[in-house]
Every structure is written in C-alpha cells, then in structure tokens.
C-alpha cells in the first residue's frame, strides 16, 4: 500500500470565494483566530458554513485542510499512521497533524458524526496548551500561532446519541448561522447561478415554505445549497417545477405524500 504525502499548496485558497456575510462572523472568527481560540460553527446544513471557511481562509491567507467527519473516522485518520511510502515504511501525517505543522485552518465538518472517543483528540489543541501528542512516533507538536481549529455541527440533528460533550464544545467561542434572509438569499442565488431574479425571488419563497414544513414531516428545510443547484438547471433549460423536484423535494424526503405536498408547493409559484 501506497501513500502520497500531504502537501500544503494544494489547501491554498487561491481565489476569492464568494461570501456573504449575514451579521458579524467574519469579525469573530478573525478576533478568535488572533487570540488563538478555536471556533465551533453551529447551523442547519447548506446554510453556508463550508463556503464560509473557504472565505477565511482565503482572507487568512492560510491553508485549509478540511475533514468530513464520520462515524467509522479514528484518531489515526486525523493524526496519522505508518504507511509504506515509495516501498519503505514511513510515518505520514494525518489532516489534523498537517494542519498543526503548516499552522494552516483544520475545518472538522460535522464533528457530532465522529465517534466520541475519537474527537477527545482535539482537546489538547482546543484549550491553552495548543499541542496535538502523536502517540505513535513519541512527537509532541505544538501549534503555532496561525493554527486555528474550527468544527461544526447542525444542532437540528444532534441527539441524545449524536451531541458535543460539555468537555468538548466549552473549549470553543460558537458562531451560530442560519438561512440568509430572503434579500440576502436572493442576492446568493442569483449570483452563484446566473439566474433571472424574477424566477429566484419565487425559488426562494418556496425555500421558506418548505422550511415551514421542519417538525411535520420534514428533518430539513431546502438549503440555500439546493436552491442554488435548482437555480442552476433551471439555466440550463430545465423547467422549475422539475428543477424543484429533482433538486430539492427528492433531495428532501422519500416520503411519496411529503413529497406530493412539496410538489404542490412548487406548483402554486411556477
């Protein structure tokens, strides 16, 4: 088994990314970043949290090396491991190992889905002794001061079996994010897809009926990320309605009367 060792100019964000913001998170997480206090994103999925790193990063003018938290995801998978590299044995560092040492943005999206055993790695870099120990080859790596760790969450998912531990989440300063309002959203789709503003300012009136429906028979809204993918059929010749089904209402539920009732939705605005 091979491996191909981390490098640091593929995490550059090199372009700007298009953001924006929606109160005073830029501010805060530049504040925190300086004081070295990591930071904890909490908000519904496709709201922009992703996006949102991307930009700091980018305004940080530092790399990000991001994680997809999940439930099979070890502490060797973020620290790292001996693989044979080039037919030798060598040690290779995981993300959040790389991270450290490059004093680049480690971004652990979804940290609720890791196992907890797993994310108790964090601690020691989460609170004012700044060191990730790599118990396999003995090092102790301290972080420099443009390390910053960042995790997320969507509380609307967390249970009794998927929440952040108190000895986790009070090692962080949380901001919390939410759906654009509908101006801002707008000002969003339109820019990320190209689409008439006629046909967005509907999309996103039907983005907040379907957000309506959170608690009775839907987990989740339509995101500002489905919305934008809609959007972007709909440039490419696809009609609305079926824009809708298959980018957000299928994307949404399997339930079949959920989702006549979405269909519905769409129906009354296009």
């Known amino acids: 088994m091979e ?159 998927k929440d952040l531990k108190q000895s986790t989440r009070q090692r962080f300063v949380a901001i919390e994010f939410d759906y654009p309002k509908p101006e801002l959203e707008k000002e969003i789709v339109t820019s990320e897809s190209s689409l008439d503003e006629s046909v967005v300012v509907r999309l996103v009136k039907f983005a907040g009926m379907t957000r309506n429906l959170k608690g009775n028979g839907l987990d989740e809204g339509a995101s500002t990320r489905l919305l934008v993918h809609a959007a972007k059929l709909i440039v490419s010749g696809v009609d609305p309605k079926t824009a809708c089904r298959v980018a957000i209402a299928e994307a949404l539920t399997d339930d079949e009367e959920m989702l006549q009732a979405i269909q519905e939705l769409s129906g009354t605005l296009f």
Not at 21 to 27: D, L, S, T, V
Not at 41 to 64: I, V
Not at 94 to 112: K, N, S, T
């Open 3 to 161: 491996a191909k060792a981390l490098t640091t100019k593929e995490y550059l964000v090199e372009d700007e990314p298009y953001y924006r913001p929606q109160a005073k998170e830029i501010e805060i997480f530049e504040a925190a970043c300086s004081n070295q206090i990591p930071v904890l994103l909490k908000g519904p999925t496709g709201c922009g949290k992703t996006r949102f790193m991307e930009h700091m990063a980018w305004r940080l003018k530092r790399p990000l090396i991001t994680v997809s938290c999940h439930d099979d995801l070890t502490a060797s998978d973020l620290v790292g491991r001996f693989l044979v590299v080039g037919g030798e044995t060598k040690w290779v560092d995981g993300p959040l190992a790389h991270a450290v040492r490059v004093g680049g943005v480690c971004y652990l999206d979804e940290i609720v889905e890791a196992r907890k055993d797993t994310t108790v790695v964090i601690h020691p870099l989460a609170d004012d002794r700044r060191i990730l120990p790599v118990e396999k080859t003995g090092e102790v790596l301290k972080a420099p001061d443009t390390f910053c760790l960042t995790i997320s969450y969507n509380p609307g998912y967390q249970s009794v079996l």
